[in-house]
């Protein structure tokens, strides 16, 4: 008996006794602990005061059905990472394809066997606890990285606002021109600040958006943006921000991508801000994109200091890279919202890089295509 897999609590829905009772004596006899139901409804309050690692639940059932329970629990955070299996005849095809849009985790046709019934419990308990162990890992990587940066981010430009801020204070005999350049010190260390709480605020959001499956489905198909309108305008002020004008060597067309406006001009200001920060005055970035059947390919390529293999392997949430050598502002938020935010609309992201020489960002997402 494997103790590390069993000794779990599993949930039995199922309206049907025989069913229910032989399902109930095999995983029992297997070292788990169970816990049954005879309808939706009661397993509903059932899963809310047991708290089970896997639910087994029939589909048609009276009070409340099996897609309609998933859906309950669904909607519920602290449900939504518990793996869900349907048990269904086979007469339930349309009703199956329903409750795995929902998210279901697997499914048993009546009649199954004992070995059946084993393997597929085994199986999502196992990825549960890989996929728990994964995110305490993210978790703690991110943690770690918080640590490590946000006390930098913050007191750097907080220690402009407050030193120049005083001067001012306490100093009423400077020059204009100082008093001109202390400010526009103060409003870039503000904007900088700002930029740093606004990159958390939409981190976060995203997490918990990533794990809606139904929301993620909403969101790749509820606008569609025209790439050059958004990313002419983004390259002309980012040519401004940082003081290289004709830097940027735009060569794109205005293709029709699946992914709205603000989303997608979240993406290109990072990685065009990006380019420009880590690269030379007086070399260039160049971005085009191609079509490459029903998705666009958008390529930003720049002459820049370049990153190694094992940092474009090691971009998460809060991971900065040669801090001591390089001063990086932002808390290295900025490739990991791009990242989920691409992730989320179906698409890609590619970083090519080779060190001291350049890098090259492709990040694919879907094309509207033409009905």
Same mark, same amino acid.
């Given at each position: 008996?494997?103790?590390?897999?069993?000794?779990?609590? $599993?949930?039995?829905?199922?309206?049907?006794?025989?069913?229910?009772?032989?399902?109930?004596?095999?995983?029992?006899? /297997?070292?788990? &602990?169970?816990?049954?139901?005879?309808?939706?409804?009661?397993?509903?309050?059932?899963?809310?005061?047991?708290?089970?690692?896997?639910?087994?639940?029939?589909?048609?059932?009276?009070?409340?059905?099996?897609?309609?329970?998933?859906?309950?629990?669904?909607?519920?955070?602290?449900?939504?990472?518990?793996?869900?299996?349907?048990?269904?005849?086979?007469?339930?095809?349309?009703?199956?394809?329903?409750?795995?849009?929902?998210?279901?985790?697997?499914?048993?046709?009546?009649?199954?066997?004992?070995? &059946?019934?084993?393997?597929?419990?085994?199986?999502?308990?196992?990825?549960?606890? /890989?996929?728990?162990?994964?995110?305490?890992?993210?978790?703690?990587?991110?943690? /770690?990285?918080?640590?490590?940066?946000?006390?930098?981010?913050?007191?750097?430009?907080?220690?402009?606002?407050?030193?120049?801020?005083?001067?001012?204070?306490?100093?009423?005999?400077?020059?204009?021109?100082?008093?001109?350049?202390?400010?526009?010190?103060?409003?870039?260390?503000?904007?900088?600040?700002?930029?740093?709480?606004?990159?958390?605020?939409?981190?976060?959001?995203?997490?918990?958006?990533?794990?809606?499956? &139904?929301?993620?489905?909403?969101?790749?198909?509820?606008?569609?943006?025209?790439?050059?309108?958004? $990313?002419?305008?983004?390259?002309?002020?980012?040519?401004?921000?940082?003081?290289?004008?004709?830097?940027?060597?735009? /060569?794109?067309?205005?293709?029709?991508?699946? $992914?709205?406006?603000?989303?997608?001009?979240?993406?290109? &200001?990072?990685?065009?801000?990006?380019?420009?920060?880590?690269?030379?005055?007086?070399?260039?970035?160049?971005?085009?994109?191609?079509?490459?059947?029903?998705?666009?390919?958008?390529?930003?390529?720049?002459?820049?200091?370049?990153?190694?293999?094992?940092?474009?392997?090691?971009?998460?949430?809060?991971?900065?890279?040669?801090?001591?050598?390089?001063?990086?502002?932002?808390?290295?938020?900025?490739?990991?919202?791009?990242?989920?935010?691409?992730?989320?609309?179906?698409?890609?992201?590619?970083?090519?890089?080779?060190?001291?020489?350049?890098?090259?960002?492709?990040?694919?997402?879907?094309?509207?295509?033409?009905?």
């Amino acid at each position: 008996m494997d103790h590390e897999i069993t000794s779990q609590k $599993i949930l039995v829905i199922d309206d049907e006794e025989n069913y229910r009772d032989i399902i109930t004596m095999t995983l029992e006899f /297997s070292g788990y &602990e169970v816990f049954k139901a005879t309808n939706g409804l009661d397993g509903l309050a059932a899963a809310k005061m047991h708290r089970p690692d896997v639910i087994l639940c029939d589909i048609n059932m009276p009070k409340m059905d099996g897609i309609t329970l998933l859906g309950a629990l669904k909607e519920e955070p602290e449900f939504a990472g518990i793996p869900f299996i349907f048990l269904t005849g086979n007469s339930g095809t349309a009703d199956m394809r329903k409750g795995m849009q929902l998210g279901a985790d697997d499914y048993l046709t009546k009649p199954f066997t004992t070995e &059946e019934l084993l393997s597929a419990v085994k199986t999502r308990l196992i990825k549960k606890r /890989s996929l728990h162990e994964y995110y305490k890992t993210q978790f703690d990587d991110i943690k /770690s990285n918080i640590l490590q940066s946000l006390p930098h981010e913050f007191r750097t430009p907080l220690n402009s606002i407050l030193g120049f801020s005083q001067m001012l204070m306490e100093e009423s005999n400077f020059p204009p021109e100082e008093v001109q350049e202390m400010g526009a010190l103060i409003n870039k260390s503000g904007h900088r600040l700002h930029h740093l709480l606004e990159n958390m605020v939409l981190f976060g959001q995203l997490q918990f958006l990533m794990k809606d499956r &139904e929301k993620m489905e909403k969101v790749r198909h509820e606008s569609a943006t025209p790439l050059l309108e958004v $990313i002419r305008p983004i390259s002309e002020k980012q040519m401004v921000t940082h003081e290289r004008t004709e830097a940027i060597q735009l /060569s794109c067309n205005n293709t029709l991508v699946q $992914i709205s406006s603000i989303r997608l001009t979240k993406i290109m &200001e990072e990685i065009i801000d990006n380019a420009l920060k880590f690269s030379m005055a007086g070399t260039t970035v160049q971005i085009s994109n191609e079509e490459n059947g029903p998705t666009v390919l958008i390529k930003i390529k720049d002459e820049g200091r370049g990153m190694s293999e094992e940092q474009i392997k090691k971009i998460s949430a809060f991971q900065q890279f040669e801090r001591d050598y390089y001063e990086q502002q932002g808390a290295g938020l900025g490739l990991a919202i791009v990242k989920t935010l691409v992730e989320l609309h179906n698409g890609r992201l590619i970083i090519e890089s080779v060190e001291n020489t350049g890098t090259t960002v492709t990040i694919s997402l879907p094309k509207v295509m033409d009905n």
